[in-house]
């Protein structure tokens, strides 16, 4: 997976705060979701729950995973957070990467869940939010490539 294992270099833990390697043969071939979102945020809070649930029941069977990347205010608000989502998490300690990956791929508010080709980085789609919340609630044209 060297697109987005290269994208995060080594800094995505797991729920226990255990490094993750992203070229790690279980995510070969996987769709990467880049969830930008924060606690202080009323539509990401409304969002996240739904996403929770389309995860829970449809990580496997299409085989994605999520990466939080937080825009709360402080490491309390990210912590309180980020303890119910099932996903894996950029730290918030890194500010420096969370800027550099939001430049990279156009980022201007949140809730933003990105869909990326796990194995090049490539873009597949700006705006599953969208998808999963209303278009297409079971997933079933995930991963919304462009036509």
């Known amino acids: 997976m060297a697109g987005v294992a290269k994208l995060f270099d080594g800094h995505i833990v797991n729920k226990s705060n255990e490094p993750v390697d992203l070229n790690d043969d279980i995510y070969k ?20 729950p739904v996403l929770i649930e389309f995860y829970k029941n449809y990580s496997k069977e299409k085989n994605f995973e999520i ?14 957070y980020y ?27 949140i809730p933003t869940l990105t869909l990326l080709d796990g194995d090049s980085g490539d873009i597949i789609c700006k705006d599953a939010r969208d998808k999963i919340q ?13 036509s």
């Open 29 to 48: 071939g996987k769709v990467i979701g880049l969830y930008f979102s924060a606690h202080w945020c009323p539509p990401c809070r409304g969002f996240t």
């Open 67 to 80: 990466i939080f990347i937080s825009s709360d205010r402080d490491e309390r608000a990210y912590n309180e």
């Open 134 to 146: 209303h278009r297409d609630t079971r997933g079933e044209h995930f991963p919304w490539k462009p």
């Open 83 to 109: 303890k119910d989502m099932p996903w894996l998490t950029l730290p918030y300690s890194e500010r420096k990467k969370k800027e550099e990956i939001g430049k990279k791929y156009h980022i201007t508010g």
